[in-house]
């Protein structure tokens, strides 16, 4: 089956989210771990393809549990999967529990009326307050979000009670009032129909996204267990799961004869009475029954003869840990289904054509060399592509009608100079070019465009000239074998500009020259020629201009200079007063999912950046950060201070990303080697430096030692998740 409409693969990456609770199911996580994703990694790598297995055993500080961010990041990293994988992205594993309940980080506001009226019904507290003001203390007005929601609270904020709700004893007594509201206006019993209402089958034809942190049903939300969450957004309400979601059920035999063993905590919900919880057990068997009718017998595995057994844990103490006899039957299962559908997905990627090929034909054969030039030329294309409409949305890009037409005007004109659109670091250089691109192809010549350093074809000055080259030879195609050294393929280059014709213009935009690495002297510019150019080409280009003059990013920009290819130029500088307020408010309007600021802050924000002088404020590098991190800001939030230019705010975000509840000691050490590789590093790259860095390790290890949640054996990287 070919992925679901409007689905494919972006990028080569397969990314598989692993659902399931952590403690009961820890022998199979690690069998996967050791056994069939190395497996599956390999495989994927043979064909160009990188594989990523994603479990939250590992990707969940203890910090986020406090701030109760722990199902948001869930959420956010299946959707990631989602996104990057199409096809596969989700395997189910459970076992006997149904696992930890959550209260729900948002509700919406006729949910909070329903707790409301629960709450008023309610019992007084043991210390005697009001179980709706328990309710309202800890659920607070956000109206940032558009419609409106109430959050819970994070357990450190302080109180006037002078109580430590980060003490889990303490925080036992809250969730306790939280709950008998919670149970009182949705009642655990409904939630055995949860399933009544969801469709047989999703339609392919009119399924938009899948489910999210807020749009699950309320019994759902406020019942269901957090696994169950995940699986109705990775399984329950996707179009096309039974073609790629796979679930492996483990019953354990006789364990409701020991369920009371202290032992075997870990393998079974319990009640207040220490027994196995039959609610959640009932639960559990509903979910089991939905996921066999929704992705079928052969999309899930099945172990019923589990048994338990007397072990020892890493310090020598007694245990009951369960028989791994079925594990080498679930690694094959997950091998062998994925490696089918992952066969599928590297085949569609590689042989996806812009051409009128039909499907079955490009499923089918293999890709011979020449078309294998073009697939990667495409995919080039696309890459380049995707970030010019990601720097300037055609329905969100502001200002700059000045500069924008310049560059138009020299499209259209005569002019046989290249054009220098240059400023300072921030500035929208980017996104200005991909706006005069997409202008430029709606007049009728589709441009050549290339964002320097986003791609690894387009970082070197050979590989960038070998694909430049390719795709002029296109149109009208030609045979001759491309030359491999530097200077003959400048000489190819200004060949091919030389072949335009006031039919078939050539318009080359090349943005950021000083991103390109050195070799070949490639920022001395010496491959940019200063006698004219060809009729019907034309060349734009941009570069930074305000970096230390010893800084080898300022090359580009001395070396035309020197050149005088500056007589040409579109200078930038900081937007007007006007337009930084006009494309603050558009991304406020356009972006998804709407959020808004409050007066207070919006206020703030304005008194930042209209004052005449705040020049550095109106950069759009700036703008784009302080509104990205203002749709984190909630109705309630105090206004703090804003940085006065992009370093400061920069360092604002860098401080937050560095705490504890979001990513805590992993930003320095990855921005540290990031700014160290000459040639950048992939995603898997930058998780096997970071594992290998022993300062870094040990923070890591302490993280695993207070998680409990130590890493697979022969791990070679930091889990994903954490990145």
Known sequence: MPAAPGKKHLRPVIRVFVSSTFSDLKLERDA???????????????????????????????????????????????RRSQTTSPQPNFLILLGDRYGWQPLPEEISIDEFHQLEVAAANAPPTGAGQPAVAVLEQWYRRDDNAVPAVYVLQSRRQKLEDGHDYTDEAVWRGVQAVLWQIVNRAYPPEQ?????????????????????????????????????????????????????????????????????????????????????????????????????????????????????????????????????????????????????????????????????EQPAAQKATEPVATEARIVRVLEIEQDEHRRFGEERAPRDSFVGRERETARILNYLGNDDSRPLIVYGPSGSGKTALLAHAAHLAEQRGVKPLVRFLGVTSRSSDLRSLLTGICQELRQTPPVEKELPTDVRELVQELYYQLGTATSQRAVHLFLDALDQLDDADHARS?????????????????????????????????????????????????????????????????????ERQVS??????????????????????????????????????????????????????????????????????????????????????????????????RSVLDTAAEQSRNALPLGAKRIPISLW
């Not at 957090?226 to 799961?241: N, S």
């Not at 559908?341 to 054509?353: L, P």
């Not at 070396?559 to 991304?587: G, I, T």
């Open 525 to 593: 510019l010496w491959w940019i020629r200063s006698k004219p150019l060809p009729p019907h080409a034309k060349l734009i280009v941009s570069c930074l201009s305000d970096a230390a003059q010893n800084d080898p990013a300022m090359h580009p920009y001395a070396a035309l200079a020197q050149r005088r290819l500056l007589e040409n130029a579109v200078p930038l500088d900081s937007l007007s007063p006007a337009e930084a307020q006009a494309l603050f408010d558009r991304w406020v309007a356009t972006v998804k999912p």
């Open 599 to 696: 007066a207070a802050q919006r206020q703030a924000i304005l008194a930042r950046i209209l004052l005449p002088e705040a020049t550095a404020c109106r950069q759009p590098l700036y703008l784009r950060i302080l509104y990205e991190e203002s749709r984190l800001w909630r109705s309630y939030d105090p206004v703090t201070p804003l940085g006065r230019d992009v370093v400061e705010l920069l360092g604002s975000l860098f401080d937050r990303l560095s705490l504890p509840v979001w990513h805590g000691p992993l930003v320095e050490h990855a921005l540290s080697y990031l700014a160290s590789a000459r040639f950048g590093l992939t995603e898997n790259e930058l998780l096997e430096v970071l594992f290998a860095d022993p300062d870094y």
């Open 32 to 78: 996967l771990q050791r056994r069939a994703f190395p497996e599956l990694e390999q495989f994927c790598l043979r064909q160009g393809f990188q594989f990523q297995a994603i479990d939250l055993r590992w990707g969940v500080p203890t910090e986020a549990g406090l701030e109760h961010r722990t199902m948001r990041i869930c959420f956010d990293e299946l």
């Open 191 to 355: 939630l055995a129909g949860r399933f009544v209402a969801l469709p047989a089958a999703v339609d392919q034809a009119t399924a938009t996204e899948s489910a999210t942190l807020t749009t699950l049903p309320s019994i759902v939300r406020f019942q269901a267990s957090a696994t169950e969450q995940e699986i109705w957004c990775g399984a329950l309400t996707v179009p096309d799961a039974r073609d790629h979601v796979f679930a492996f059920f483990r019953t354990i035999r006789d364990l409701s004869q020991l369920a009371s063993d202290p032992r075997v905590a870990q393998f079974v919900d319990r009640d207040d009475h220490g027994e196995q919880d039959p609610k959640r057990h009932a639960a559990l068997g509903l979910l089991k029954a939905e996921l066999r009718s929704r992705l079928g017998e052969q999309n899930v595995l099945t172990i019923n003869n589990a048994r338990l057994q007397d072990a020892a844990d890493q310090h020598g103490e007694p245990i009951v840990a369960v028989s791994d006899d079925h594990l080498l039957a679930l690694c094959d299962f997950v091998r062998q289904n994925l490696t089918a559908i992952i066969q599928r997905q590297i085949d569609e990627y590689w042989h996806a054509t812009t051409t």
